[in-house]
């Protein structure tokens, strides 16, 4: 099931959704750089992947600028609403936050503000020229992909409950199929004002105003005060080395560092010693994941309001101790419990003739995010509020103007001061895994990027918001791997071949000669487009 891996030397783009990847072609060649080319595939997979991401949700750019040689990053999370507070859902019986609704939907979404900032530093072509393919596809349509029916399908009950999700994805009170045509009128309004007017009209002019006045009425916590005052925030990026590759992440709330304490973990292991297909390497990587797991869940969240002690955590020394005590414990699974994580999520990535790269990934949170449209505006709202706690004693608890523990977390590694890889995932809890599979596969394996994101993948605790604590894996291994697990302690739990669980990756490797090798996760609709 291997996709053809384009190989080129002048550009390459690899999205999760094929007309995302041809638009990011087109900026290219209408003499856009990777910025530009990242900003209109971002809102193009707002329209063609509506189940995944869009207006309503957050974005995490991580880019290389070629010509300053510097690696930087953007965090486009949204914070929480000044009326949002845990005494607030206490005082309505609540022992939590509602997974789905509009008491789900209190962050400010920071999709449009990340690309206006990264265009206002970056972009080379018009503004309005990047947002032109993205209003086309919403205004006149285009074929349902087999991911998106398959989660319409997985959450039709949502889709009906709601009259602007049922009009859009509905005909005749029944599901629209696989290719028929989706269009999004209100969707494409929106975005023509966003065109016309900046990122502005989104939060601070009339499209903030009817998203507002829409959840007040409906009972929601956003106000305009929220709108107005948001801000992304450019950031420095963490960075580990792996046999002598530098890897970079992004710094909390993302959960990027914990994907660099895996790896230097595994860096006191020779890992390609270990036969890939084996029992011996699912048990390696779990353990080491729930070391990273049991920190991050200690300790991310928004690091303007809680100290997160990220120099020990990425120290040598600590990873040494972390992977002591996994040689000391006796050959089972230890118990790791977290809350449900969301992965509906979409990673894209670019790299220009010049050299510039970017490794960007964006999210509604869940399929669907809140499952809660304002007013007429066509922008699904997203619900990555729900995951904060209503428990003050945790690092992770609902506060005022705070960012969310987030999952998105994109990834470049360089070698030598240059760019080597750009990669990552859908998944919640499954990005650091499935990047820690793509990341080994690669660089301790000697594998191509495609075959690496082809690999049989795992995920480990609980993702696409739902209860359990197993180790599922796809089931292409020998019966041996998954008898020896279960023998071992892990609670395996074998899944499809090539299952949707494990999430959408993508990727690209520039080689020592700089032809650039890209690749799509066959589990999705993606492609890679190279020249």
Same mark, same amino acid.
């Not at 297909?277 to 048990?283: G, I, K, L, P, Q």
């Not at 994941?289 to 040598?316: A, G, M, N, Q, V």
């Not at 040494?320 to 969301?342: F, R, V």
């Not at 690209?508 to 190279?530: H, N, T």
């Given at each position: 099931?291997?996709?053809?891996?384009?190989?080129?030397?002048? %550009?390459?783009?690899?999205?999760? +959704?094929?007309?995302?990847? #041809?638009?990011?072609?087109?900026?290219?060649?209408?003499?856009?750089?990777?910025?530009?080319?990242?900003?209109?595939?971002?809102?193009?997979?707002?329209?063609?992947?509506?189940?995944?991401?869009?207006?309503?949700?957050?974005?995490?750019?991580?880019?290389?600028? %070629?010509?300053?040689?510097?690696?930087?990053?953007?965090?486009?999370?949204?914070?929480?609403?000044?009326? %949002?507070?845990?005494?607030?859902?206490?005082?309505?019986?609540?022992?939590?936050?509602?997974?789905?609704?509009?008491?789900?939907?209190?962050?400010?979404?920071?999709?449009?503000?990340?690309?206006?900032?990264?265009?206002?530093?970056?972009?080379?072509?018009?503004?309005?020229?990047?947002?032109?393919?993205?209003?086309?596809?919403?205004? !006149?349509?285009?074929?349902?992909?087999?991911?998106?029916?398959?989660?319409?399908?997985?959450?039709?009950?949502?889709?009906?409950?709601?009259?602007?999700?049922?009009?859009?994805?509905?005909?005749?009170?029944?599901?629209?199929?696989?290719?028929?045509?989706?269009?999004? !009128?209100?969707?494409?309004?929106?975005?023509?004002?966003?065109?016309?007017?900046?990122?502005?009209?989104?939060?601070?002019?009339?499209?903030?105003?009817?998203?507002? /006045?829409?959840?007040?009425?409906?009972?929601?916590?956003?106000?305009?005060?929220?709108?107005?005052?948001?801000?992304?925030?450019?950031?420095?990026?963490?960075?580990?080395?792996?046999?002598?590759?530098?890897?970079?992440?992004?710094?909390?709330?993302?959960?990027?560092?914990?994907?660099?304490?895996?790896?230097?973990?595994?860096?006191?292991?020779?890992?390609?010693?270990?036969?890939?297909? #084996? %029992?011996?390497?699912?048990?390696?990587?779990?353990?080491?994941?729930?070391? #990273?797991?049991?920190?991050?869940?200690?300790?991310?969240?928004?690091?303007?309001?809680?100290?997160?002690?990220?120099?020990?955590?990425?120290? /040598?020394?600590?990873?040494?101790?972390?992977?002591?005590?996994?040689?000391?414990?006796?050959?089972?699974?230890?118990?790791?419990?977290?809350?449900?994580?969301?992965?509906?999520?979409?990673?894209?990535?670019?790299?220009?003739?010049?050299?510039?790269?970017?490794?960007?990934?964006?999210?509604?949170?869940?399929?669907?995010?809140?499952?809660?449209?304002?007013?007429?505006?066509?922008?699904?709202?997203?619900?990555?509020?729900?995951?904060?706690?209503?428990?003050?004693?945790?690092?992770?608890?609902?506060?005022?103007?705070?960012?969310?523990?987030?999952?998105?977390?994109?990834?470049?590694?360089? /070698?030598?001061?240059?760019?080597?890889?750009?990669?990552?995932?859908?998944?919640?809890?499954?990005?650091?895994?499935?990047?820690?599979?793509?990341?080994?596969?690669?660089?301790?394996?000697?594998?191509?990027?495609?075959?690496?994101?082809?690999?049989?993948?795992?995920?480990?605790?609980?993702?696409?918001?739902?209860?359990?604590?197993?180790?599922?894996?796809? +089931?292409?291994?020998?019966?041996?791997?998954?008898?020896?697990?279960?023998?071992?302690?892990?609670?395996?739990?074998?899944?499809?071949?090539?299952?949707?669980?494990?999430?959408?990756?993508?990727?690209?490797?520039?080689?020592?000669?700089?032809?650039?090798?890209?690749?799509?996760?066959?589990?999705?609709?993606?492609?890679?487009?190279?020249?």
């Amino acid at each position: 099931m291997l996709n053809i891996m384009p190989r080129a030397e002048r %550009a390459m783009i690899a999205t999760p +959704h094929y007309l995302a990847s #041809s638009v990011g072609s087109a900026i290219l060649q209408q003499g856009g750089n990777a910025f530009d080319a990242a900003i209109a595939i971002s809102a193009t997979l707002g329209v063609v992947y509506p189940h995944m991401t869009g207006l309503g949700g957050d974005a995490f750019f991580l880019m290389h600028d %070629a010509a300053a040689g510097a690696y930087i990053g953007f965090n486009g999370s949204g914070k929480s609403a000044a009326l %949002a507070t845990p005494d607030f859902y206490k005082a309505k019986g609540l022992q939590a936050i509602p997974q789905r609704g509009i008491l789900s939907a209190i962050t400010v979404p920071g999709m449009v503000d990340t690309w206006w900032q990264v265009w206002e530093k970056y972009g080379r072509l018009p503004w309005e020229k990047l947002l032109e393919p993205a209003i086309e596809y919403a205004d !006149k349509g285009f074929p349902i992909s087999r991911n998106l029916l398959y989660w319409m399908r997985k959450d039709e009950s949502f889709i009906r409950a709601s009259e602007p999700l049922s009009s859009l994805f509905m005909a005749d009170g029944v599901l629209l199929k696989e290719g028929d045509r989706l269009i999004q !009128k209100e969707l494409a309004q929106t975005l023509r004002q966003i065109q016309r007017e900046g990122r502005d009209a989104f939060y601070k002019g009339t499209i903030m105003q009817s998203v507002v /006045k829409s959840i007040q009425q409906d009972g929601g916590l956003l106000r305009e005060e929220d709108f107005q005052q948001y801000t992304g925030e450019w950031v420095e990026l963490l960075t580990t080395t792996y046999r002598g590759y530098e890897i970079y992440q992004m710094p909390p709330n993302s959960q990027g560092f914990t994907a660099l304490m895996m790896m230097n973990m595994l860096e006191n292991i020779e890992i390609s010693q270990i036969p890939r297909a #084996s %029992a011996n390497f699912y048990h390696v990587v779990s353990e080491v994941i729930k070391k #990273s797991f049991k920190d991050r869940d200690l300790y991310l969240t928004d690091p303007h309001f809680r100290e997160i002690p990220l120099d020990r955590l990425l120290s /040598k020394t600590y990873a040494k101790e972390l992977w002591n005590d996994i040689q000391a414990e006796p050959l089972k699974a230890s118990e790791h419990l977290s809350p449900a994580i969301g992965q509906d999520t979409a990673y894209a990535a670019v790299v220009d003739e010049e050299g510039n790269s970017v490794s960007f990934i964006q999210s509604l949170y869940f399929d669907f995010g809140a499952a809660y449209v304002p007013g007429e505006t066509g922008i699904i709202m997203q619900n990555r509020g729900s995951f904060f706690s209503l428990d003050t004693a945790c690092a992770n608890a609902l506060e005022p103007g705070k960012r969310s523990f987030h999952t998105l977390m994109p990834a470049m590694v360089s /070698k030598d001061g240059k760019p080597y890889m750009l990669y990552g995932t859908q998944g919640g809890e499954g990005q650091p895994q499935t990047q820690l599979s793509i990341l080994t596969g690669v660089l301790d394996y000697g594998l191509s990027i495609q075959e690496a994101i082809a690999l049989p993948r795992w995920v480990y605790g609980r993702t696409w918001g739902e209860d359990g604590d197993a180790l599922k894996l796809e +089931h292409r291994l020998d019966s041996d791997v998954y008898t020896r697990l279960k023998k071992w302690g892990h609670r395996v739990e074998p899944v499809n071949p090539w299952d949707g669980i494990m999430g959408q990756a993508q990727g690209i490797v520039i080689d020592e000669k700089g032809f650039m090798s890209g690749a799509a996760d066959p589990r999705g609709d993606g492609l890679a487009i190279g020249w």
